[in-house]
């Protein structure tokens, strides 16, 4: 192994690569889940001055609303490509971060294989791996919480509090399997 292919990111770039291949027949699909419709409308909805839970419900944190009418904004409502780039930007970020964890803690093989599942795994439509939804947005929040804890310096530290609450923000559930890590 020469001195420049051991510094090289070929792990994460082929792990990012094989997630967007694989996901590429979910970029042709239309808006048509449910929850899909429901945060695009309630983020159209109070994009007009409606207030959110007031006078537009649904059972979602903001978060997910807000991103929806940025979204909204950037064109989603004439293409939905556009939700499914941030769908597998998403999963290709909790991939990579993945990838990151583990190697801290164990051999970059293993980092590897680790990130090619989770990958597979998010991508799967079985498991709604082709929406954006709750779970998918919150997800590289949370594991990248998780990998900024690993840190010693406070600044590392601050970072991860932050990034928790903001999946937490996104799904309130992350606070199990926050108690789940410590434990």
Same mark, same amino acid.
């Given at each position: 192994m020469t001195r420049w292919s051991r510094h090289l990111p070929w792990p994460p770039l082929a792990v990012a690569a094989g997630i967007v291949v694989l996901r590429l027949p979910s970029l042709s699909e239309p808006q048509w889940a449910s929850d899909d419709g429901f945060y695009t409308a309630v983020a159209l909805i109070s994009s007009k001055g409606v207030p959110l839970?007031?006078?537009? /419900?649904?059972?979602? %944190? %903001? *978060? *997910? /609303?807000w991103l929806h009418r940025l979204l909204i904004a950037l064109g989603s409502l004439h293409d939905h490509l556009l939700v499914q780039l941030v769908a597998t930007a998403a999963v290709v970020a909790s991939a990579l971060l993945t990838y990151a964890v583990v190697k801290r803690v164990a051999s970059v093989p293993t980092a590897l294989l680790a990130a090619s599942l989770a990958g597979f795994a998010l991508s799967l439509p079985t498991l709604d791996g082709d929406l954006l939804g709750v779970e998918l947005v919150a997800l590289p929040l949370f594991v990248g919480a998780l990998l900024l804890a690993f840190g010693s310096r406070p600044i590392s530290l601050v970072g991860a509090g932050a990034l928790l609450a903001l999946a937490l923000a996104t799904r309130p559930t992350y606070a199990l399997d926050s108690l789940a890590l410590t434990v």
């Open positions: 839970y007031a006078g537009v /419900y649904d059972n979602s %944190p %903001p *978060i *997910i /609303y």
